[in-house]
């Protein structure tokens, strides 16, 4: 099996749900298969509030579109009579005092924070005026972020990894990776970096 790629910039209005949650070996991080109503599917980062089959999409970009269409509403219908677990939020719109993760910059930038697992943040201060936000990172700084970038409630899946030890050498081998050795610590014989260890040579294949 490949390693899949997972969609940091993942902003799609349609309905879906999370068919399944994969774990990657080397780096024991959760990855989860969505499924998007037009048949689409996407590699997401999987968050504590996310659910196994519960029907889940981002969260008041549809209340905000002045002239609704007839997808809309029936969309407005299927809220009120299923229940739909909302997954990406608007950083307005995220509720007050509760944790956060995946975040985004600025619009359309990608989620690059607070990715890791088992971690999380939480908005000290949000302006309107200006559209920024402040949110505390789990390494204590401070950033300023904008309010209409997207983020995730609650913080990332698997905060048990920090208790996993790996204490093994061969942990990585029995995984299918195996070491490496550098050209520049090999015989000349066996590499062109090889020997010589202080020279200046330009970088070669073997």
Known sequence: MTRPSINYSFRSLKVGFISSIY????????????????????????????????????????????????????LGL??????????LFIIRKLPRNQFMSLVELYPNKGIQYIRAPGSKAKILKMDTRVSTAVIKLPSGVRKVFSIYSLASLGQVLLAEKKLYKNNKAGHGNNLGYKPRVRGVAMNPVDHPHGGRAKAIKYQRTP
């Open 23 to 74: 774990l990657l070996p080397l780096n024991k991080s959760p990855v989860a298969l969505y499924q998007l109503s037009n048949g689409a599917y996407s590699y997401i980062k999987p968050t504590q509030n996310s659910k196994l089959f519960i029907l889940t999409r981002m969260e008041d970009l549809l209340k905000s579109i002045s002239t609704r269409s007839q997808l809309s509403l029936y």
């Open 78 to 87: 299927l809220y009120t009579q299923y229940y739909i677990n909302p997954s």
